[in-house]
């Protein structure tokens, strides 16, 4: 491992911080932390923001805190706004490197070095990891085939332009990363990370990525359904949308996307034997849709909010 620029004390930190809302699955999240394989030089606190109205993941963060071999900061964040959560996280943080992992996942025991080894190779201001679906037997065949749900980065003319807070790394020392915040306003719809790291891109930031950090977040029974991915598609294309509409004329870029959506859902119905093919094209006529819907600015679908939907499907 290439450690990067040290603290003044010789080593490496990494302030690890988890957004959670009601989630009995932290306790596996902390486990898998506590597991990490870190090696002289590198290492790490965890940082947990409770987005809760009541300090519901107190007493579970308390009793786990026992068990890390690190120390463990609770904080109280409420309520029901994930970029309050993850702004929380940035202010608390204290260490060269701030890791957002979410918590509905694990990560493997070398996900750290492999972020902060990244980091250190690319000079990045934010580091990638993946997010490997781990699908029940009882989810469709479809979706187990077409892993409907893992969450990887995109390239664009070989750079990435965008990334995700479920598994990253970021430089608490770069300029890009310092003076950032997640936007308030999207802390219920979601799409708060797409934004802060396409303006940390599009602000001169480097985006590297880690293949082998991995993390796994089990599909749970509620996003087992393709409406789960449909809300989930066309909302991201919302965002999109939105991002676009800030440096271009709407209407054109409404008929590109309306194109594309109009040839992903005529792909569709050609593909209609196959459902794994079939709903990979309806899926993709959808985000387009909805990047038609972000361009004209239409009020962005809450995936976080209301008591019920938050337990069903909210990610942190």
Not at 49 to 73: G, H, Q
Not at 103 to 121: C, E, H
Not at 142 to 150: E, N, P, Q
Not at 241 to 263: E, N, S, T, V
């Amino acid at each position: 491992m290439s450690i990067p620029p040290a603290s003044l004390d010789g080593t490496t930190s990494v302030s690890v911080c988890v957004c959670t809302y009601r989630r009995a699955y932290l306790e596996q999240t902390l486990r898998s932390l506590a597991a990490l394989e870190l090696p002289h030089g590198l290492t790490m606190h965890v940082i947990v923001a409770d987005n809760d109205i009541w300090p519901s993941a107190r007493r579970l963060v308390e009793a786990m805190a026992t068990t890390l071999p690190c120390e463990v900061r609770y904080i109280h964040c409420p309520a029901s706004n994930i970029s309050l959560a993850r702004n929380a996280c940035l202010e608390a943080a204290t260490g060269d490197f701030l890791a957002f992992i979410d918590d509905d996942s694990t990560v493997s025991p070398q996900w750290l070095v492999k972020l902060v080894d990244q980091a250190a190779t690319t000079n990045a201001d934010a580091v990638l990891g993946p997010v490997h679906s781990v699908y029940a037997p009882s989810a469709p065949e479809w979706m187990r085939r077409g892993d409907f749900h893992s969450t990887r980065p995109v390239w664009t003319n070989g750079e990435i332009r965008t990334g995700y807070s479920g598994n990253v790394l970021l430089d608490r020392a770069s300029p890009h990363v310092r003076a950032r915040h997640f936007n308030l306003a999207l802390g219920r719809s979601g799409g708060e990370d797409t934004e802060y790291f396409s303006y940390l891109h599009q602000q001169g930031g480097l985006i590297a990525y880690a293949p082998d950090a991995v993390a796994y977040e089990p599909v749970t029974e509620n996003r087992q359904r393709f409406s789960w991915l449909a809300r989930r598609r066309f909302r991201s294309g919302q965002t999109h949308g939105r991002l676009l509409a800030a440096r271009h004329a709407a209407l054109p870029q409404a008929c590109i996307a309306g194109a594309k959506a109009a040839w992903s859902f005529g792909a569709a119905l050609a593909l209609a034997p196959v459902a794994r093919l079939r709903n990979r094209q309806i899926l993709r006529g959808l985000m387009h849709a909805g990047v038609v819907s972000g361009l004209f600015g239409v009020r962005e679908i809450h995936l976080y909010g209301d008591e019920t939907a938050e337990r069903q499907t909210h990610a942190a």
